[in-house]
């Protein structure tokens, strides 16, 4: 309990992410902050060295984690870090500020998970190189999902619009974004599990679909590197989880089109769902975005809407 008004020595923070972006199924993944400057991401502090490891929770959304710490995702990460380093580290007086709400589709998980491997990393020295650090993370978010996936941890630890490379010893590289573009993330306030999101999708895809998503991941990388906004925004389609997850979010066809209908970009499943990402061209639309999503979308009181802005540093020392 005394970890909760304890002063801390360091403070970390890991930023929102929203897997997919609609078009990259697993392979995109993009990091975002509030326009207005509020931390939406997880907070760790490092509140002292002593003799064992201790976790306190505190936070908005604290009510959505296991009542029993010992399953805290940030304290699993302590000990896999441990054992990649090879070394007894000493114990530490932990709190966590989960500002992030839980299987809401805003990596979650991957937020505590990377504010913790960033904050190990950095407090003893660096003893793990970044692709080292960002294995360890895909693992540890792996263990939650199901799969390992980079499409959260990578842009919540890295910043920026990331597309993953398979097979490639760089994991993942930025690409461009358009700075004046804003994403509304709008969570309703109910909880829907990766795991179980991941189980209503189809376990194969024929040559012609492959091909097409292939095609319209290529169509959106190549507009953002020639700048073309428009066959950008046109690009953003999920031809693989959307379908399936369709019966998990009934509301997106409607709250798509009322939103388009007044040009903004488009609106997609972050991530898993059940958040909703709205693409805007500019704050005005941004703010219709956000007035309309929370009117018509937000269920009850865990739910949030925020207008953002892409993240461009990720994971940092506050
Ligand atoms: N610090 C933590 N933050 C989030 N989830 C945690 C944490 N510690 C343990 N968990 C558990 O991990 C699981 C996270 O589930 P899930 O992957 O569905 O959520 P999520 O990461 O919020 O989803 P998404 O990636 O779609 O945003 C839950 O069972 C939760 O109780
Ligand atoms: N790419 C993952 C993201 C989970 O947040 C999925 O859609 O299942």
Request: glycine share 6%; hydrophobic share 45%.
């Amino acid at each position: 309990m005394q970890t909760l008004n304890m002063a801390y020595i360091k403070r970390y923070y890991a930023p929102a992410s929203t897997g997919n972006l609609s078009v990259g199924f697993d392979l995109l993944g993009a990091a975002f902050e509030p326009v207005s400057g509020e931390l939406f991401g997880d907070v760790l502090d490092i509140c002292a060295e002593q003799a064992e490891m201790t976790l306190a929770i505190v936070g908005r959304y604290v009510h959505q984690l296991p009542a029993d710490h010992s399953d805290n995702l940030v304290l699993s990460c302590f000990y896999a870090f441990e054992r990649k380093v090879g070394q007894a580290l000493p114990r530490l007086a932990l709190r966590l500020h989960k500002n992030l709400p839980v299987g809401s589709g805003l990596g979650s998980s991957a937020c505590s998970i990377v504010v913790a491997c960033y904050a190990f990393n950095d407090y003893f020295n660096k003893p793990l190189s970044n692709v080292e650090l960002l294995q360890l993370m895909a693992e540890a978010e792996g263990g939650v999902s199901g799969s390992v996936h980079y499409d959260n941890v990578a842009p919540s630890y890295l910043g920026g619009l990331q597309l993953m490379l398979p097979q490639s010893e760089h994991i993942c590289r930025r690409l461009p974004w358009f700075e004046h573009w804003r994403v509304v993330l709008s969570y309703p306030g109910t909880v829907l599990s990766t795991k179980a999101a991941r189980a209503v999708l189809p376990t194969e895809l024929s040559l012609s679909h492959s091909i097409e998503f292939a095609g319209m991941l290529s169509r959106f990388v190549s507009a953002l590197y020639i700048k073309d906004e428009a066959d950008a925004a046109a690009a953003l389609q999920d031809l693989v989880a959307e379908q399936a997850r369709i019966a998990l979010l009934p509301e997106l066809p409607q709250l798509r089109a009322a939103l388009c209908a007044r040009g903004i970009l488009h609106l997609g499943i972050s991530g898993a769902g059940p958040t909703l990402f709205a693409l805007c061209q500019n704050d005005s639309q941004a703010e219709f975005a956000a007035h309309y999503l929370s009117r018509h979308y937000e269920k009850n009181q865990d739910a949030t809407t925020q207008i953002c802005r892409l993240s461009l540093s990720g994971a940092r020392a506050l």
